[in-house]
């Protein structure tokens, strides 16, 4: 690594933050919109123009590496369209992988704004399959809640009323019983068959205290468990990480998602569902590819919980921010990554669109990589920012706009290198697990029919590729290169 490849983070914090690039402060991972993003999406209304505005001045003898877009690469929607076989159709503009789409004006982009479950469960409220956003364990945790909250009262006034009905003799214990003054044979014998009824009524007493105990305990218990997250609700993995699967596929009615936008025959999604195959990229390849993602994060990173690299724009988190690599570095960039790197991100990139491709009975050359293409790494720092909160349950067509087909290429495994981090198709009651495992390409048509999340990451390091595919060729962009 040359001598400009040292981390980002070294950099004094202040003259950082004067000199990147405030990218809307959001990942493109998740349902929070950021980097380059498509074409204005057709569907999503409250798109922002987020980005931008802000100009970053020199750091010492660099250059300036901003642009007024936030020099993350946001380009025109219309572009140069990358094919099946990785070459160039008409290209109207410099993209954000060429040198000059990475210095040239560019406008910026309406982004889709973050949208959560719920905001997803409004969007598809009229359509039978997607409006199973809350999970069954949501409305599990507030029932929970409810019931926990009048339930010691309930155990209470049972207990109470119970008591009563058993304590026939309960007025004499608030005094002496009454009896003629000496007396005291009756009284002996009063005062010890008050005592004979007395130990029955104080074993019960004990026995309903321990009853209402237990019943408390129960109810803590199963609210505990019932709050612990919708994690629970995972009924079935459906790609085990131990297991090499040659490719599974589940078909899954289309939603309606696909009409919103322009439709083009042959590619948009009439055949939705979802795929996971472990023999079209090897363990090797895996790792060769994680390497470039290390290589690229070990220079900047997020505060928390998502850190993003995209090779196609040069977008990398720094801190709660995003900064263009590709600007920093200029020709430097060559000391960080070699041709190989980028030659093997191309053919990864080849291999995962012929599999979509076969896979959902289309031609491959009629799908156009887009944006945001990137990797992603994940550890279980605390998000920082609520767009680095990467496990909120999302649609990409949603979130993403151009999005038809999403793939997502795992470099690292499920359990040997991270816990936590599963990736989830929502489905209420059967929610389908993804384990990540080095080499998996797990694939899916991006409309509601496959909402998800991915669980937060407990520990350990987790690197993925989230390589998307649109059917509009304006939407498409280039694979990068390094020149
Ligand atoms: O990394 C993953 O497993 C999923 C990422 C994701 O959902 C996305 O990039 O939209
Ligand atoms: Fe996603």
């Known amino acids: 690594m040359g001598s400009h490849a040292r981390p980002l983070q070294g950099l004094k914090s202040s003259s950082l933050r004067n000199h990147t690039l405030l990218l809307t402060h959001t990942h493109p991972f998740l349902p929070l919109p950021s980097i380059p993003n498509p074409d204005p999406p057709l569907s999503v209304q409250d798109s922002q123009s987020a980005i931008g505005g802000e100009r970053a001045t020199a750091i010492g003898d660099r250059s300036s590496w901003s642009s007024p877009t936030g020099g993350c690469g946001l380009d025109s929607p219309t572009s140069s369209r990358s094919t099946a076989t990785g070459e160039r159709t008409t290209p109207q503009v410099p993209r954000g992988s060429s040198a000059k789409g990475r210095e040239g004006p560019a406008s910026p982009a309406p982004l889709p704004r973050h949208r959560s479950a719920s905001d997803c469960s409004r969007l598809t409220a009229s359509r039978p399959r997607t409006e199973r956003v809350a999970p069954a364990s949501l409305h599990r945790s507030r029932l929970a809640f409810a019931v926990a909250a009048i339930a010691p009262s309930l155990v209470v006034l049972v207990s109470r009323l119970a008591l009563r009905r058993l304590r026939p003799m309960a007025p004499q214990r608030r005094g002496p019983p009454r009896v003629p003054e000496g007396n005291s044979a009756a009284e002996r014998r009063h005062a010890n068959s008050t005592k004979k009824d007395r130990l029955p009524q104080e074993a019960q007493r004990t026995w309903l205290r321990i009853v209402a105990l237990g019943v408390s305990l129960a109810l803590v218990t199963f609210l505990l468990w019932s709050s612990a997250g919708i994690d629970d609700d995972v009924a079935e993995v459906v790609a085990h990480r131990g297991e090499v699967l040659e490719?599974?596929?589940?078909?899954?009615?289309?939603?309606?998602?696909?009409?919103?936008?322009?439709?083009?025959?042959?590619?948009?999604?009439?055949?939705?569902?979802?795929?996971?195959?472990?023999?079209?990229?090897?363990?090797?390849?895996?790792?060769?590819?994680?390497?470039?993602?290390?290589?690229?994060?070990?220079?900047?990173?997020?505060?928390?919980?998502?850190?993003?690299?995209?090779?196609?724009?040069?977008?990398?988190?720094?801190?709660?921010?995003?900064?263009?690599?590709?600007?920093?570095?200029?020709?430097?960039?060559?000391?960080?990554?070699?041709?190989?790197?980028?030659?093997?991100?191309?053919?990864?990139?080849?291999?995962?669109?012929?599999?979509?491709?076969?896979?959902?009975?289309?031609?491959?050359?009629?799908?156009?990589?887009?944006?945001?293409?990137?990797?992603?790494?994940?550890?279980?720092?605390?998000?920082?920012?609520a767009h680095d909160e990467y496990w909120h349950a999302h649609v990409d067509k949603v979130t993403y706009g151009s999005f038809d087909y999403t793939s997502l290429l795992y470099l690292s495994d499920y359990l040997e290198d991270f816990g936590g981090g599963r990736f989830v198709f929502m489905e209420e009651g059967s929610n389908k697990t993804v384990e990540p495992r080095a080499g998996r390409v797990s694939f899916f048509t991006s409309g509601s029919e496959n909402l998800h999340r991915v669980e937060k990451v407990l520990w350990g390091t987790r690197y993925a590729i989230t390589i998307a595919f649109t059917c509009n060729p304006d939407h498409g962009i280039e694979d990068p290169v390094l020149t």
Do not use: M, W
């Not at 090779?311 to 060559?334: C, E, M, P, T, W």
């Open 247 to 385: 490719g599974r596929f589940i078909e899954v009615p289309c939603s309606e998602d696909y009409d919103g936008h322009r439709r083009f025959e042959g590619c948009t999604p009439r055949k939705c569902g979802r795929g996971v195959t472990d023999i079209v990229i090897t363990r090797e390849e895996a790792e060769q590819i994680r390497r470039i993602a290390e290589k690229g994060l070990s220079l900047g990173g997020s505060d928390g919980g998502a850190s993003i690299l995209d090779l196609h724009s040069g977008a990398l988190s720094v801190g709660k921010h995003f900064v263009n690599l590709y600007r920093y570095f200029g020709d430097k960039i060559q000391t960080i990554f070699s041709e190989e790197d980028f030659q093997l991100y191309r053919d990864i990139r080849q291999k995962v669109q012929l599999t979509i491709a076969e896979a959902f009975g289309i031609r491959a050359s009629l799908l156009y990589l887009t944006k945001p293409t990137f990797f992603s790494r994940i550890n279980s720092t605390e998000a920082q920012t």
